[in-house]
Every structure is written in structure tokens, then in C-alpha cells.
């Protein structure tokens, strides 16, 4: 009933479905392409020894000491760098700030569904650029009037990887739009966009700390970018939260960065789990798009994703079913341990008889 005190702006948003965060034990939870394996332990440690009367202290409004850390690591000026809590608010701020032009904003229609719906709050009108048949982002189809460009690289659902020629000649042929890379899954395999951050003041590269580096819940995202980019982001950021990270997500993103050892280690038996997965599963019959990054999209000729997707449910293991037109055959499934790997090829050989 108190919906009548509502806004017709909100009754009308169309907010995002995230992929569910059941508790049940010995769940293997393919669903959200989080890192199977844990943070740097250093993170952890970091955590624990910021804990304290510090807390009772705002954080640092521009949480410099993360920014010199990631400047320090991608080899950028700190004026290149913004931070935000978690990289859907850097996307947020991104649409608020940067492609509000009246004009459409450009992304493949198969991507991240938050696009549409920051589009929906920012009242951006959002213009879906179709993928080729297998998949493919064609830089040649976005060559129409635009307010913006974004697409992840690589992208999801799909996971497949654009070069970086292919990126340069899009921000070349868009001089005067900002086009934003949101590069969530780039450690999996890709190569990063910011090397052509310098050469191009139109490119935004936005990235997570949750998967990559397994923070999901530290909340951790930033974007790097020329400093006048970065400058619209730090004015819509004071105009709508001066603290939004945390002295803990501070510590715990300062050692991250700190641990390239780890980083390493860990992307790494990712990727080889990708590669054993894939093989595996066009063993069973799939047909899997390539993938580089922490999840495989791949649909079998015989079975109905929705199907596989609740056979698989009944067995104790959760991956992702997308419902949008070109998909609805396929299911996401994220690179798990080579444990977890075993668990659900066995699960899918007693479904697919
Ligand atoms: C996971 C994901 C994000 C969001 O990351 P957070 O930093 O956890 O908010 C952004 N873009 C894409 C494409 C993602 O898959």
C-alpha cells in the first residue's frame, strides 16, 4: 500500500537481478564468477590490523593510498585513477556523469545486465548493437551518432576477448564520445586497455577487485583514465558520497595489490581450470563460445539450458541461466576449483545420458 507514496520515476525503474547468494552447505556455487579461491592472506592481515580506534574516524575522501597503490601498479599518474565501492558505483558514476549527452549510449545486446538498468536511472536512451553470429563485438557497427560507448572486455556473458587494435580503432573513429571499457574479467586472459590510456582522452577502463583478486565482498572497483575523466567521476562522487570506501576496503585493497605472488598463483590455476573445463565439456556434446575469461558460456544440442540448469540445482550445484533472446539455449557457468570441476562433469554425465 505505501507504494502510493512512491515516485512515478521509481514505480517505472526496472532494477537488476543479481545471481542468488543461497546458504546451504557443500554447495558448489558456479552462479557469480566469484574467484574460488580465497584473498591474498595478506589481505586479511591488513584487514585485521586496521581494526581499531581508527574506525571511529571517516576514511580519507580520496582514499590515496589505494590510488597510489593501483597508480603504482598499472604504471599511471594518481590523477588517472578513481576508486569506488565496487565497480558497478564507478559504472554508475560513469552513466550519471559522463553519458548523459541526450544521445543513444552503445552496448552489444548481449552484455552486463546493469547497463540497461543504469541507463533506466540516469535516463540515458540505451542503444543495443548486436553481436555477430558467433558472438563477436564488430567495432564497424558502432560507427552511428552516440553519447557513449561500453562494453566489457571480455564481455559477459560471453567471454569472448576484442583486441586491443579492434579497441583502438573504435576510440579512434569516436573522438568525441567517451567509450569505456569494463574490463571485470581482463586478469583471466585478455590484455588491458589502459596501455592506450595515454594515446586516447576518450577511454575510461574500468576494473573490479572481485573477481580477479576474490574481494567480491570488500566491495572495490576503479577506473583509470585521462585526469579530466577522472575529474567528472570525483565531482559526481562529492556530489553524492564523499566516503565510499571504507578504511577496511582501503587495508584490504592496499595489500592485494601488494601481492603479485598470490595474484599470479591464483589467475593462473583459474585459466588451467577454464582450459580442462572446456575441453571436458565439448567431450560431452557442448558447444562452448571461447572464453577468456572466469566463466564459460556453452549449450549442449540435446538439453534445454533452463533443464540443465535445474537438473544440475537438484544435485547441489548452482551456474547461471539467462532467459534473453540468443541465449536462453546456454548456461553461464563459472571456473571453479579443479575439485568443483569434478563435481559438476560428473553431475552433467548423470543428467546427459
Ligand atoms: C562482476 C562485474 C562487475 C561488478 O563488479 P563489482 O566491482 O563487484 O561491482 C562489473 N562489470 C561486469 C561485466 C561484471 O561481470
Given at each position: ?34 574467484n574460488?579461491y580465497g584473498p591474498s592472506p595478506q589481505v586479511a592481515e591488513a584487514i585485521k590490523a586496521a ?18 597503490a ?139 577487485l572481485?573477481?580477479?583478486r576474490s574481494l567480491?565482498g570488500l566491495?572495490l ?27 577496511l576496503a582501503i587495508a584490504g585493497g592496499v595489500a592485494a595489490f601488494a601481492d603479485?605472488?598470490y595474484f599470479?598463483?591464483t ?87
Amino acid at each position: 500500500m505505501t507504494q502510493r507514496l512512491w515516485s512515478d520515476f521509481v514505480s517505472e525503474l526496472e532494477p537488476y537481478v543479481p545471481g542468488e547468494q543461497p546458504r546451504i552447505d557443500n554447495l558448489v556455487k558456479l552462479n557469480t564468477n566469484e574467484n574460488p579461491y580465497g584473498p591474498s592472506p595478506q589481505v586479511a592481515e591488513a584487514i585485521k590490523a586496521a581494526l581499531g580506534d581508527e574506525l571511529r574516524l571517516y576514511p580519507p575522501p580520496n582514499a590515496d593510498r589505494l590510488k597510489q597503490a593501483i597508480a603504482d601498479y598499472h604504471q599511471v599518474a594518481v590523477n588517472q585513477v578513481f576508486v569506488g565501492n565496487g565497480s558497478d558505483e564507478v559504472l554508475a558514476h560513469t552513466f550519471n556523469g559522463l553519458f548523459r549527452h541526450g544521445k543513444p549510449l552503445l552496448f552489444p545486446d548481449i552484455t552486463y545486465s546493469f547497463y540497461p538498468v543504469y541507463c533506466g536511472l540516469y535516463e540515458i536512451e540505451g542503444c543495443e548493437i548486436p553481436l555477430t553470429d558467433n558472438f563477436e563485438i564488430a567495432v564497424d557497427d558502432y560507427l552511428v551518432p552516440n553519447g557513449g560507448i561500453i562494453f566489457p572486455n571480455p564481455n559477459a556473458p560471453t567471454g569472448r576477448l576484442l583486441s586491443l587494435d579492434s579497441i583502438a580503432s573504435l576510440l579512434r573513429r569516436n573522438s568525441d564520445s567517451v567509450v569505456c571499457v569494463d574490463e571485470a574479467y581482463i586478469d583471466f586472459g585478455g590484455e588491458s586497455a589502459i596501455s592506450l590510456v595515454d594515446a586516447f582522452d576518450n577511454l575510461l577502463v574500468i576494473q573490479t577487485l572481485s573477481k580477479s583478486r576474490s574481494l567480491a565482498g570488500l566491495r572495490l572497483g576503479f577506473a583509470i583514465g585521462h585526469p579530466t575523466l577522472i575529474e567528472a567521476l570525483e565531482r559526481i562522487k562529492n556530489s553524492f558520497n564523499s566516503y565510499p570506501v571504507s578504511r577496511l576496503a582501503i587495508a584490504g585493497g592496499v595489500a592485494a595489490f601488494a601481492d603479485e605472488d598470490y595474484f599470479q598463483k591464483t589467475c593462473t590455476a583459474v585459466i588451467a581450470s577454464r582450459v580442462t573445463l572446456v575441453d571436458a565439456f565439448e567431450k560431452l556434446g557442448f558447444e562452448v563460445i571461447p572464453s577468456a575469461a572466469n566463466f564459460v558460456l556453452a549449450r549442449h544440442p540435446d538439453y534445454k539450458g533452463e533443464y540443465l540448469m535445474s537438473a544440475l540445482r537438484e544435485r547441489n550445484i548452482i551456474v547461471r541461466h539467462f532467459g534473453a533472446e540468443r541465449i536462453e539455449q546456454f548456461l553461464r557457468i563459472t571456473v571453479g576449483t579443479p575439485q568443483q570441476n569434478t563435481l559438476l562433469l560428473a553431475a552433467l554425465k548423470d543428467i546427459i545420458v
